[in-house]
């Protein structure tokens, strides 16, 4: 497989991280960069790029399904993180089969983009034999992660104080739909029910109608677990300075809830609930969707006075922003349906590409409303790097978003698509645990990997 917008090659893990994982602080960073002298000093095939990857060395488990948390490894493997998939060996994660159906049977194109960077290995966690070997994973890890109903793992014999036991400096990230405490911690949470319980969804629609749903892409899902990313890197900072792991708490819900601005402080100083609104914003106008001559959509901001200046002049009607007219946000939020009224009217009136150029020429915000066709043929996707295309035997060029953020110094890259069920079992159970061929192959038949 290649990867044809990478930023640096892949590389093979360092021992900064899961080599010291349970060494005093001191002594932990003397043997990582004695160790990484070693490396640099015997390896004179190591390629100088693959360590621009800022989290080479850190060995990441990810025991959850779909992609609240498991979406926070993929991050971290992106930027060099050795990611231990760890799914049953029978189905594996239920990810596979949710979407889009690929040319593989064990993967749809949302597995293929958002199982990237991780090696499959398979254990069925409700064997005990399976829970020991992965209690020997987790002693040679850095990081757990982990999206369960609360109480699972710990039904398994692998709650936090087992794994703590395991390995003192384990920093283990668990994702859930209502976060491990409270009265609703053993409810089943999924993003969309996340969208509900933080408010999000009772704003999105038009006032009046049935809230919708805020696009059919699982926000919450994400966003949880880019906190995550953020708790995880947060909690291996500590680890540092003191050795000590802990664990990072997250529901999805509450990722939701981070985002929706001042509502809570509107509604605690003035008791104010915000509605459904549609297209449009309390805050300014005009500021909204609007469709153009030829069919098209284009969103407008204009959130201050001197923005709504520029806009009437785009407009060839300098005059509406006189402090007569509409010049003052004040009037126009008092006149909104006027505003949008004219708006309207002369986006209407022209084709996108036309009411592009007169906004952008007058430094107007205006965007379009790209469909994933439009991102396709988009300049500024191309020169960002936005859609990394891949090549796999057997399903030629798979095309999928790129990395994110962008670094200057240590950028990141996408190894390979989401793997086949079970890729690197044998080479994690043999090479990283030491169990023999023999054993492997026993533990295959009684259907433990």
């Known amino acids: 497989m290649r990867e044809e917008a ?24 003397k043997s990582a960069a004695g160790t990484r002298r070693a490396l640099e000093d015997q390896d004179q095939e190591h390629s100088p790029e693959s360590d621009r990857l800022a989290m080479s060395g850190l060995r990441v488990i990810d025991v959850g399904t ?23 060996p029978i189905a594996g994660d239920p990810m596979r089969r949710f979407g889009t159906a690929s040319k593989r049977h064990d993967a749809t194109l949302a597995w293929l983009s958002e199982g990237r960077n991780k090696k499959s290995v398979t254990l069925d966690l409700r064997q005990h034999e399976g829970v020991e070997l992965f209690l020997k994973l987790v002693a040679k890890s850095d990081v757990l992660i982990e999206n369960f109903r609360p109480g699972t ?19 283990m990230l668990r994702v859930s739909g209502y976060g491990q405490s409270g009265p609703y911690r053993r409810r089943s949470g999924f993003s969309h029910i996340a969208h509900g319980f933080a408010g999000l ?87 909204g969707h609007f469709r153009t001559f030829d069919d098209k959509w284009v969103a407008i901001a204009c959130t201050t006075d001197k923005m709504f200046e520029r806009f009437a002049t785009a ?24 505003v949008n ?72 890259r996408i190894s390979n698509l989401g793997p086949p069920l079970g890729n690197a079992t044998y080479e994690v159970l043999r090479e990283l645990l030491g169990i023999s061929a023999q054993e492997i192959k026993r533990l295959r038949q009684r259907k433990i990997i």
């Open 341 to 412: 009224r004219m708006v309207i009217e002369w986006v209407g009136s022209l084709t996108r590409d036309e009411v592009m150029k007169r906004c952008i020429d007058r430094e107007v915000p205006i965007g379009k409303l790209n469909s994933i066709a439009d991102m396709f043929e988009d300049e500024h996707f191309k020169a960002r790097g936005n859609l990394a295309r891949l090549t796999e035997e057997g399903l030629g060029e798979v095309v999928i978003p790129g990395v994110v953020p962008t670094l200057s110094e240590t950028p990141g």
């Open 201 to 287: 969804s009772y704003l999105a629609g038009f006032p009046g109608e049935t809230p919708v749903l805020p696009g059919t892409a699982p926000l919450g899902d994400y966003l949880s677990s880019l906190y995550g990313a953020i708790g995880i890197l947060l909690a291996l900072r500590h680890r540092e300075a003191t050795g000590e792991g802990q664990m990072v708490d997250i529901g999805i819900y509450e990722a939701v809830f981070r985002q929706m601005d001042e509502i809570a402080a509107a509604y605690g100083l003035f008791g104010k609930v915000r509605e459904r609104e549609g297209a449009g914003s309390f805050v300014a106008v005009p500021h």
């Open 66 to 88: 779909f992609l609240a948390g498991p979406y926070a490894a993929s991050i971290l493997g992106e930027f060099g993180a050795e990611i231990l998939k760890v799914e049953h």
């Open 6 to 29: 990478a930023s640096a090659p892949a590389s093979p893990p360092r021992p900064e991280f899961a080599g010291a994982a349970n060494e005093a602080p001191a002594s932990a960073a």
């Open 153 to 171: 793992m710990e039904e398994w014999g692998l709650g936090w104080e087992e794994l703590r036991l395991a390995n003192p400096a384990l920093v």
């Open 315 to 338: 407009m060839e009607r300098p005059e509406l922003a006189s402090a007569e007219r509409y010049g003052e946000q004040r009037k126009r939020l008092a006149a909104r349906d006027e």
